[in-house]
């Protein structure tokens, strides 16, 4: 079946970091999503990115499709960005295939 | 727009009962997806729902069922629960046209 790894796992960050975060994708990308996955549980979209860039505020995204690839940059890191990082790729008829995720720290 | 409403928020069942959970799509959705994140892991696609009825179906076994009602709402029935089923329990809805698909906050099942 497909596979999305995520890297790292696991980030530690001072608030007023940057970071970058980076999800390889084991199938062809027409199209994915990026999500933060609060400490309630609940999964915030933040870009919809088939292909190309988005910036969102502090956030950023690009996409390579053809080499398989997307990245997600953090910039000025706040405590509020805590939580768990998720790159979904979705597949025939809106399934999505989720990676094991990259957990985010934001230290004060 | 109310987005994406699940219930109930936390559930406690014990082994062997069974379990119904229930979601709301975002307004304009018709398309319903159930996942299960166990704890320290990424989501997993139990199955979906268009126009009532199943349209695809992840390596779950029967004892997980579901349902979509002619307004877009969603059930999800466990039955037989096993220790193994306590996880956070996620629906996503997306429109027929564009998938981009959002989520509910979730239901925390727990099953002692």
């Known amino acids: 079946g497909i596979q999305v790894e995520q890297s790292p796992p696991d980030l530690i960050l001072q608030e007023g970091a940057n970071s970058t975060l980076r999800c390889n994708f084991s199938?062809?990308?027409?199209?994915l999503q990026w999500f933060h996955q609060n400490p309630w549980g609940q999964l915030i979209n933040l870009f919809y990115?088939?292909?190309g860039t988005k910036q969102n505020g502090r956030l950023s995204a690009t996409t390579v499709a053809t080499e398989r690839y997307s990245l997600l940059y953090i910039s000025s890191s706040q405590t509020t960005d805590s939580g768990v990082y998720f790159c979904p790729l979705i597949t025939a008829g809106n399934k999505l295939t989720f990676g094991g995720g990259t957990r985010v720290l934001v230290k004060p | 727009d109310a987005g994406v409403t699940q219930s109930p928020t936390h559930l406690i069942k014990t082994r062997g009962q069974q379990v119904t959970l229930r979601c709301s799509p975002k307004s304009g959705h018709d398309t319903v997806s159930w996942y299960q994140q166990a704890l320290g892991q990424g989501p997993q696609f139990i199955f979906q729902y268009y126009e009532e009825e199943e349209r695809q179906r992840g390596n779950f076994p029967d004892r997980f069922s579901g349902h979509q009602f002619p307004n877009y709402s969603s059930e999800l029935n466990v039955n037989a629960l096993l220790l193994g089923d306590s996880a956070l329990y996620l629906c996503?809805?997306?429109?027929?046209?564009?998938?981009?698909?959002?989520f509910g906050q979730g239901t925390r099942l727990t099953v002692v």
């Open positions: 996503a809805s997306s429109p027929s046209i564009g998938p981009e698909a959002f």
């Open positions: 199938d062809s990308v027409n199209n």
């Open positions: 990115i088939p292909s």
